[in-house]
């Protein structure tokens, strides 16, 4: 086995063993924040070929009909990167620090910030990146293989997704809202977005698999 070689196996070696803490790992939480809250306000217009439903039913239809534009807000995917690159534990923590922020110091959420965010119909898919990070970070840490990416994908986006529908019931409840609100919210939040969280999430974790690798390669 050549030096190269060799070198790369002790860094994957490494990047599977985790992330230890020191000041690298406090500058790489800080960023990792600091992406998440800007990744709150940019909206990613994905333009791709539909299939338009008028097609099959003798309606006239234009070459607009077949491109369909979703207005994509990439939280989730981000949310997952930061639980790949750096591990279970400091994800989590990451995640944590967001949300004390966004609760006590900024208003860097969405809607704003506060301690009556808590009582938005949304907080719950933010509570959700905590448990999103500790499954997506326990599947990754046998390692980065096509499997467990996808694997931890579908596991962290599912998660936050759910947790954010129950949460939305429960304030729903609270506020006695009616069926037709909360299915309206449903398809609104967790309706074609699961599909792109999906999709961006799976890059996402490749995306950090190869950061780790850079990161051990330097550290």
Known sequence: MSNDSVQR???ESKSNNGIKFGICTMVLMLFCCFLLVICTFIQ???????????LFSGEKIGIVDFLYTYKFIPQVPIVLFIGALLGRKYGIACVVLYILAGLFFIPIFALGG???YI???GFGYILAYIPAVF??????RSGFSNRNMLHAAIVGVLTIHLVGILYMF?????????WAFMQSWIV????????YDLI????ALFAAKYARLLIWAYI
């Open 119 to 121: 009582g938005e119909y």
């Open 44 to 54: 990613l217009n994905i333009t791709h070929f539909i299939i338009p439903e008028g």
């Open 170 to 178: 429960m304030i729903s409840l609270i506020r006695n809202e009616t």
């Open 9 to 11: 196996v002790k860094v």
């Open 200 to 203: 961006f999430s799976f890059f």
């Open 114 to 116: 506060g301690l009556k």
């Open 135 to 140: 499954f997506a970070g326990s599947i990754l």
């Open 188 to 195: 609104a939040q967790s309706g074609m977005k699961i599909i």
